[in-house]
């Protein structure tokens, strides 16, 4: 069964520095998400992606973050200067259509902790 | 603006007991209405959806959940709960133009053998 994958599992990081999250959705799915669950929180909606641009951000997603599809398989999740605020865990989603016509698939998600 | 609401932080059964887990909701208009499970380790995986139709779903490993729009709530529920369900259940809304799911905090299960 195809899935979402997502790397790295866990990343331990220091205030301030950059990290990049990513993830390969499946490979024919075409809406592409960001969520994060920081804990003993709900899940939280960061960003949705198609066509290459973004098409929905929360309030969350402000100018520390950003996301691209560099080469057409990875979706990659920036955050330029991490705070400790940050630390949660980031799940990456996919779907071949808009999610209110089907499910969403995630990943196992990427662990971030800021020191 | 939506919410989702799971009023139960964490519930604790004995393998067989019946589960209802509560779900309510707020959205004026039509809403698409999802159950996802996380098992330790895993990821989010979808149990059951509600887009249309009849309000009574049936999702995957025995659990169903029930649409009343009235009380704008979607329980999940199972007759008789496995130590395998040992999970944390999330309930998650998606209506409107938004292309997002708007998710409750979660309840966590545990089932104890």
């Known amino acids: 069964e195809p899935e979402v994958t997502q790397t790295p599992s866990h990343q331990v990081t220091q205030m301030g520095q950059e990290v990049i999250l990513r993830c390969v959705p499946i490979s024919n799915h075409l809406y592409f998400y960001w969520y994060r669950q920081i804990l003993g929180q709900k899940v939280e909606f960061l960003v949705s992606?198609?066509?290459?641009?973004?098409?929905?951000k929360s309030e969350i997603f402000d100018d520390q973050f950003s996301v691209e599809r560099p080469d057409g398989s990875n979706f990659t999740l920036k955050i330029r200067s991490t705070k400790l605020e940050d630390s949660a865990m980031y799940f990456c989603?996919?779907?071949?259509?808009?999610?209110?016509?089907?499910?969403?698939?995630f990943g196992e998600g990427s662990r971030l902790t800021v020191l | 603006a939506q919410s989702v609401s799971q009023h139960n932080h964490h519930v604790i059964l004995s393998e067989a007991a019946s589960l209802e887990l509560g779900c309510n909701y707020s959205?004026?208009?039509?809403?698409?209405l999802f159950w996802y499970v996380q098992y330790p380790g895993q990821h989010l995986q979808l149990l059951l959806k509600y887009f249309s139709g009849d309000p009574l779903v049936k999702g995957i490993k025995g659990f169903e959940a029930e649409f009343i729009k009235s009380k704008f709530s979607f329980n999940l529920r199972k007759p008789s709960v496995q130590w395998s369900d040992t999970a944390e259940y999330f309930c998650a809304v998606n209506g409107g133009s938004q292309g997002n799911l708007i998710f409750g905090k979660g309840t966590k299960l545990s089932v104890k053998p």
């Open positions: 989603a996919s779907i071949s259509k808009k999610v209110h016509t089907g499910e969403l698939f």
């Open positions: 959205y004026g208009g039509t809403v698409n």
């Open positions: 992606f198609y066509n290459n641009e973004i098409s929905e």
